[in-house]
């Protein structure tokens, strides 16, 4: 599962509130979403701390969701629900509007 390193998850939460202030810029026609990279290689508190920036600035948020069936296994033995969907759901990331999620091919019947 995602890296847990508390100094990282700050300094990456950071880094994009630093981004957010230098370069979003709607009006201006530039603008920031944010992307932590899959739902396994996240913290939870990553994720959490995105959905959160996400929500206090309207931003969009993209990740990569399962495109081998290695990360689809991977994410079913690792992951506290099972589903990466599930995952990204209950962190609040996958429930904002503007989600993107690049592949998405291994979804089961339930994570589509």
């Known amino acids: 599962l995602g890296g847990s390193d508390p100094a990282q998850t700050r300094a990456m939460l950071d880094l994009w509130e630093a981004c957010v202030a230098k370069c979003h810029e709607p009006a201006e026609g530039t603008h920031v979403a944010i992307g932590p990279v899959t739902a396994y290689s996240a913290s939870v508190e990553l994720l959490k701390g ?47 509007p503007g989600t993107s999620c690049a592949h998405a091919v291994w979804l089961d019947e339930e994570e589509m």
């Open 50 to 96: 995105a959905a959160d920036i996400r929500r206090r600035h309207g931003l969009t948020g993209h990740t990569h969701l399962l495109e081998t069936r290695a990360q689809a296994l991977l994410a079913r033995q690792s992951l506290p629900s099972g589903s990466a969907v599930r995952h990204l759901k209950e962190t609040g990331f996958l429930d904002l």
